[in-house]
C-alpha cells in the first residue's frame, strides 16, 4: 500500500522557519522524483519544489526561491523542505508528491494528504 505521510507543519511567526517531512512506503521511493506543492485557501494548488530521483537536481517556484530547500534521503524514504523567512503568503496546505515517467511514458503518481502551515503574528 502506497503513503506519503507529511509532518512538521503548523504556526509560525513571520520570520520564522519550519521543516517539512514526507514519509514514503510502498514503492521504490529512489526511483521517483519528488515535489511539494502548496494550496492556499481560493487558490489552485502550485507547485514550491521538485527534486530529482538521486537528488541531484532540484528546482523552485520564484517566491520561495533562496528561502527554502528541498533535500532528500533515499536511505529513509523520507523527502524535507526546509522553510526559512517565512511570511504570510507562504500560509497553505502543503502536499507531498511522488512521480515517476516510465520509458512508454505513462505517468505513474502519488500524493500525500497535506499538512497545514499557517504563517501569522
Known amino acids: 500500500q502506497v503513503q506519503l505521510v507529511e509532518s512538521g507543519g503548523g504556526l509560525v511567526q513571520p520570520g520564522g522557519s519550519l521543516r517539512l517531512s514526507c514519509a514514503a512506503s510502498?514503492?521504490?521511493?529512489?526511483?521517483?522524483?519528488m515535489r511539494w506543492y502548496r494550496q492556499a485557501p481560493g487558490k489552485e494548488r502550485e507547485l514550491v519544489a521538485g527534486i530529482s530521483s538521486a537528488g541531484g537536481i532540484t528546482n523552485y517556484a520564484d517566491s520561495v526561491k533562496g528561502r527554502f530547500t528541498i533535500s532528500r534521503d533515499n536511505a529513509k524514504n523520507t523527502v524535507y523542505l526546509q522553510m526559512n523567512s517565512l511570511k504570510p503568503e507562504d500560509t497553505a496546505v502543503y502536499y507531498c508528491?511522488?512521480?515517476?515517467?516510465?520509458?512508454?511514458?505513462?505517468?505513474?503518481?502519488?500524493w500525500g494528504q497535506g499538512t497545514q502551515v499557517s504563517v501569522s503574528s
Open positions: 510502498g514503492f521504490t521511493f529512489s526511483t521517483y522524483a
Open positions: 508528491n511522488a512521480r515517476k515517467t516510465w520509458v512508454d511514458s505513462t505517468i505513474r503518481e502519488y
